[in-house]
């Protein structure tokens, strides 16, 4: 009896630990469903120069005309986004931001870079973030389904002789790479990952880590948390495996000086690639994100280099 009574302790203790891992990791408790978003800026001395910067590109958003648009996720979620259009039948960037980030605040720069090289943005929030649905974060698991939501809405609004490029910053930049793993349709010619970790494991792990927790104690009930709670396997993806898998183009970009996501990631997911066609452009003193911003000439001349490649090829 007194056994039976610590295995049942033992298994509470188990399942609070790996709810509360949960909630810490995955969960959004507060959602702004339909509500405007505010100029919510991220923290870091980082990111202190850019932020007028910043600042412009976010109100740029709302000034530059848009559609408005919104696709269903296949567990049912109604995810949104914005279409910007700077050419008619210009390749379009399907743009995933990052980690607790949302479109407006994580990509606001994007639009603008994507228009210097002629190319239209389907800028989106991602499920548990900005105004779409939802409120677990997957690390890319489940957002790398909602990515092929989005191209079938690309291919019925222009059919199948557009040109889309996967463009993701940090977790986005994870996600659209392990895409790799779904299947993508032939019209997307090639992916942008800008700040990418090479595995949702490795990420948490170095997180837990700096945190000054033991992270091969804690990963175990992280991972349980979100097989439990919020159905779905931290393990069943990576990009640095996706990538071993990829038949198109793909530039990996990353700052130096990145404290969140090591630059070292961006250079296993290279290392690993097995596209006839790759890139990795390490920007020196840049920190996470901030690639484009620090150094916009060298990023923008890397862009219209690679991309030349893939259009005359």
């Known amino acids: 009896m007194i056994f039976i009574f610590f295995l049942l302790l033992i298994l509470l203790f188990i399942l609070i630990t790996s709810y509360v891992c949960f909630y810490l990791t995955f969960y959004v408790p507060q959602k702004r469903k339909g509500q405007k978003l505010g100029f919510d800026f991220p923290d870091g001395d980082a990111y202190k120069p850019f932020k007028e910067q910043i600042r412009a590109w976010r109100e740029q958003l709302n000034t530059l005309p848009y559609d408005t648009v919104s696709v269903t996720s296949f567990d049912g979620l109604t995810l949104r986004g914005r279409y910007y259009e700077k050419h008619k039948g210009a390749p379009i960037e399907l743009m995933m931001h990052g980690y607790r980030g ?6 606001c720069g994007g639009v603008d870079r994507a228009f210097r090289i002629g190319h239209n943005v389907l800028l989106v ?8 649905d939802g409120d677990v974060i997957s690390f890319g698991i489940n957002e790398s389904r909602d990515v092929l939501v989005w191209l ?7 059919g199948n002789d557009i040109k889309v490029i996967l463009t993701g910053i940090s ?17 997307v010619v090639g992916i942008l990952a ?32 979100a ?17 071993k898998k990829a038949n198109i183009p793909i530039i990996f970009i990353h700052g130096n000086q990145d404290k969140f996501v090591p630059h070292e990631m961006s250079i296993e997911n290279f290392n690993a690639c097995t596209s006839e066609h790759k890139k990795l452009v390490i920007i ?9 911003p620090y150094s916009p000439d060298e990023y923008v001349n890397a862009l219209k280099e690679f991309f030349a490649y893939i259009y005359n090829n």
């Open 194 to 225: 800008d700040c990418g970790y090479s595995s949702a494991k490795d990420i948490i792990k170095l997180v837990v880590k700096d945190m000054k927790l033991p992270p091969n104690i804690c990963y175990p009930f992280i991972k349980l948390g």
């Open 227 to 243: 097989l439990l709670y919020g159905k779905f396997n931290l393990d069943e993806l990576t990009a640095v495996d996706a990538v």
């Open 284 to 292: 020196d003193g840049a920190a996470h994100g901030l690639a484009f």
């Open 152 to 158: 079938d809405y690309l291919s019925s609004r222009f």
């Open 171 to 187: 977790m986005g930049a994870s996600t659209v790479l392990m895409s790799l793993e779904r299947d993508l349709p032939n019209f």
């Open 102 to 107: 949302d479109s407006q605040r994580d990509l």
């Open 125 to 132: 929030d991602q499920r548990a973030a900005g105004t779409s």
